[in-house]
């Protein structure tokens, strides 16, 4: 027998999951009660949720979305996110995940108008033909990449060998000049994160919006000791900053930044090159991952790409949603 239920807060849904969902249970970080409740703290405060679970027999999915108005749902996630997808318990097998999201999805099309899904990777085509049977129409569009390396037991001085030319002579170059000190930590203290946020505000990035997501996750790493926070300082000055988390063989790229008046010096590079070395002859790790956005410096890095895709749906019992469909749609013919 098939049963629903839907959550509308994070809190109800933690006590349905029990501890299925904590760090012990599951390996993604992405799919995490506690990465999911602290993005909507700090990112979506005052953003409705709408969590719905289908369950039949052992098997279960869930999906977390966001309900930022009346009518129009979108995946609980954003540019932190490396990817989204439907959570499923009881490992059911591919015909049995259709069918549960499936049935979910005919639970949105009583209420909603639209919904849109980012980042997807290995889910897309299970939640295209899953909204599509329920009667929502569909699209799927390529959205960027993420960039990955898988060391495949390769020494770092082995991957190093295999870098692009001009990599390994800026690296060579730039060391045999340097000043620097470079330090990679694993525990997150006041000091550490003073440093950081001063190397962000030099930065080329845009001011950070939540920057006490970043200090919570950091945390909550450091902790658990998956956190890997480097910096280059010349003297006492922090002028490069990495966040690295590494568990269960992963290493996830969370952020970069660097001080631009010290670009002619490369001290980001400098700390991506001690960074990678770190993960791959320390902690051994099997997959690097480079986390969303098509930067053209992560394929001299990297080995592979895999490409994100955004899915929006549209619900064709509203009329106000056949506009945005077909725009959506033309969208995706054009690329």
């Known amino acids: 027998m098939l049963v629903t239920r839907e959550y509308q807060s994070l809190a109800r849904a933690r006590e349905a999951i029990g501890t299925r969902l904590d760090r012990g249970s599951t390996a993604s970080l992405f799919d ?24 039949e027999d052992e098997a279960e999915a869930w999906l977390f979305l966001l309900a930022p108005d009346q009518r129009r749902l979108s995946a609980l996630a954003n540019w932190y996110s490396f990817e989204w997808g439907p959570i499923f318990f009881g490992s059911p097998d591919a015909l049995t995940r259709r069918r549960l999201v499936e049935v979910l999805a005919q639970n949105l099309l009583k209420d909603g108008a639209q919904v849109d ?17 329920a009667g929502w129409f569909g699209l799927k569009r390529p959205m960027g990449g993420r960039y990955l390396l898988r060391p495949n037991g390769r020494s770092f001085a082995e991957y190093w060998a295999a870098r692009p030319g001009r990599l390994r002579n800026l690296v060579q170059r730039k060391a045999r000049a340097s000043r620097f000190t470079l330090s990679i930590g694993r525990e997150l203290t006041d000091a550490l994160w003073r440093d950081y946020a001063a190397v962000h505000a030099r930065s080329w990035k845009q001011p950070e919006p939540n920057l006490n997501f970043l200090r919570t996750l950091a945390q909550r790493e450091g902790a658990a000791g998956t956190l890997r926070l480097g910096f280059v300082r010349l003297e006492d000055q922090p002028v490069a900053a990495q966040f690295w988390t590494v568990e269960n063989g992963v290493a996830l790229i969370h952020k970069l930044a660097h001080d631009q008046a010290f670009d002619g010096a490369s001290p980001g590079t400098l700390l991506s090159h001690a960074m990678f070395a770190d993960a791959i002859d320390g902690d051994r790790v099997a997959l690097i991952d480079y986390g969303t956005g098509d ?22 019992r509203f009329a106000s949603t056949w506009l945005p469909a077909a725009r959506t749609a033309i969208s995706a013919l054009v690329g």
């Open 117 to 133: 899904l980012y980042p997807v990777t290995e889910d897309a085509a299970l939640l295209i033909d899953a909204f599509r049977r």
């Open 32 to 55: 995490r009660i506690d990465w999911l409740e602290s993005l909507h703290d700090h990112c979506f405060d005052g953003v409705p949720v709408r969590i719905l679970r289908a369950m």
């Open 295 to 316: 930067n053209g410096y992560k394929s001299d890095w990297m080995e592979e790409r895999t490409t994100l895709h955004r899915l929006d749906f549209f619900n064709p």
